[in-house]
T-cell receptor
Framework: ETGVTQTPRHLVMGMTNKKSLKCEQH?????MYWYKQSAKKPLELMFV???????ENNSVPSRFSPECPNSSHLFLHLHTLQPEDSALYLC?????????????FGSGTRLTVV | AQSVTQPDIHITVSEGASLELRCNYS??????LFWYVQSPGQGLQLLLK??????LVQGIKGFEAEFKRSQSSFNLRKPSVHWSDAAEYFC?????????FGQGTTLQVKP
């Protein structure tokens, strides 16, 4: 399998549930990202990991907890979410964290909080 | 602050017609510039990118974009649109190790 793979593709969860989103890249990249895409809003950068170390956290609420156990895997742990957290969550990776590298995106996880 | 503006939220063109999607950025130096396309239910796919050199860059699927420093623009063009080009298009600017995206332009193609 190649590219960036995200699972699950769709997730419906209650506000008291705990779930995790998974991202896996098979490109040998060393930087990974979580973006949130809501309707009518620009893509929001949530977290940046470079060489498995979190280098950026853009004021994301603590109910979102990222984990990067190695350079190929990235998780987003979710708990006690709110309905406004319903969105498409996109994972991306790049070779190097410099902005001259384009990102490769996964297909996203469509999250619905009920 | 750095920003990316896509002035057109929604554009409709007829199949076979030419297309231009606008992108303007605000940044103190020459940034790295990208165009991505997103089909419904999918992630973003890189169409093309500009780092330096020739200001007209060619991408996949017959797209091209031109960097104009004087206008702080990086407009995307295609001479003849196909129905399969209907999607959402995002312009992005790279600086300080991250990409900032515009709000996107939704392209509808009429038969």
């Amino acid at each position: 399998e190649t590219g960036v793979t995200q699972t699950p593709r769709h997730l419906v969860m209650g506000m008291t549930n705990k779930k995790s989103l998974k991202c896996e890249q098979h490109l040998g990249h060393n930087a990974m990202y979580w973006y949130k895409q809501s309707a009518k809003k620009p893509l929001e950068l949530m977290f940046v990991y470079s060489l498995e170390e979190r280098v950026e956290n853009n004021s994301v609420p603590s109910r979102f907890s990222p984990e990067c156990p190695n350079s190929s895997h990235l998780f987003l742990h979710l708990h006690t979410l709110q309905p406004e957290d319903s969105a498409l969550y996109l994972c991306a990776s790049s070779q190097g964290r410099g902005s001259n590298y384009g990102y490769t995106f996964g297909s996203g996880t469509r999250l619905t909080v009920v | 602050a750095q920003s990316v503006t896509q002035p057109d939220i929604h554009i409709t063109v007829s199949e076979g017609a030419s297309l231009e999607l606008r992108c303007n950025y605000s940044y103190g130096a020459t940034p790295y510039l990208f165009w991505y396309v997103q089909s419904p239910g999918q992630g973003l796919q890189l169409l093309l990118k500009y780092f330096s050199g020739d200001t007209l860059v060619q991408g996949i699927k017959g797209f091209e974009a031109e960097f104009k420093r004087s206008q702080s623009s990086f407009n995307l063009r295609k001479p003849s649109v196909h129905w399969s080009d209907a999607a959402e298009y995002f312009c992005a600017v790279g600086f300080t190790g991250k990409l900032i995206f515009g709000q996107g332009t939704t392209l509808q193609v009429k038969p």
